[in-house]
């Protein structure tokens, strides 16, 4: 069974930093292999709903990452395939940020199969 | 970013009746390899967002056949035949055709 868990989620204050990890587990059951997964993290935000905060693409094609206008400069993820982890490094945080946080794995080569952690929560608040 | 407008914000139902929900691009969500990348996620309260429907009307594995997806132009629709209990919570069309990725605002099924 497929398994994404998130951790490190806290309560900080404005302008403190926090590491979020996503650890993947079951893929190989699965038939798919961590490396080949685009590892994106999305958020859930009281009151504006879901909100995408950033993606890593595979090491193979670069693994860059990419990230919302919100978080961009704030915000870095990186992969670990050796691990099967992805972090969600967040400096500066602010008030808005405050939300629940989810690790999503896209593979783009096995028809976008789509899975989801069941999400860490962040509290910034002064 | 894309601007996805879903409609209504809030959908009361009969469960065993029809629902359907909207979402509206500002822009055009076809890549420049031909396809549309347009889902719809249920997001159940207490769980984990759930992907129903991807590339506008392709099921996900597991999920049942009253859930379907159609497009007309940049209008998308999600639609759920004979609504069960388990199908309440809140909606959201997701593109993920330009770069970022954005979420509509959410249509909750009550």
């Known amino acids: 069974e497929v398994q994404l868990v998130e951790s490190g989620g806290d309560f900080v204050k404005p302008g403190e930093s926090l590491r979020l990890s996503c650890s993947a587990s079951g893929f190989r059951g699965s038939g798919l292999l961590f490396r080949n997964a685009w590892m994106t993290w999305v958020r859930h935000l009281p009151e504006k709903g879901l909100e995408v905060v950033g993606r890593?693409?595979?090491?193979?094609?670069?693994?860059?990452?990419s990230y919302s206008t919100a978080v961009r400069g704030r915000f870095t993820i990186s992969r670990d395939d050796s691990a099967d982890t992805v972090s969600l490094q967040m400096n500066n945080l602010r008030l808005e940020d405050t939300g629940v946080y989810y690790c999503?794995?896209?593979?783009?080569?096995?028809?976008?199969?789509?899975?989801w952690g069941r999400g860490t929560r962040v509290t910034v608040s002064s | 970013d894309v601007l996805l407008t879903q409609s209504p914000a809030s959908l009361p139902v009969t469960l065993g009746q029809v629902a359907s929900i909207s979402c509206r691009a500002n822009?055009?969500?076809?890549?420049?390899?031909?396809?549309?990348?347009l889902s719809w996620f249920q997001h159940r309260p207490g769980q984990s967002p759930r992907r129903l429907i991807y590339k506008v009307a392709s099921r996900d594995s597991g999920v049942p056949d009253r859930f379907s997806g159609d497009a007309s132009d940049n209008d998308f629709t999600l639609t759920i035949t004979r609504v069960e209990a388990e199908d309440l919570g809140i909606y959201y069309c997701c593109q993920g055709t330009h770069w970022p990725w954005t979420f509509g605002q959410g249509t909750r099924v009550e």
């Open positions: 890593i693409i595979t090491t193979r094609d670069g693994g860059t990452g």
């Open positions: 999503m794995a896209v593979f783009p080569l096995q028809s976008w199969a789509n899975f």
């Open positions: 822009e055009s969500l076809v890549h420049r390899d031909g396809y549309i990348y």
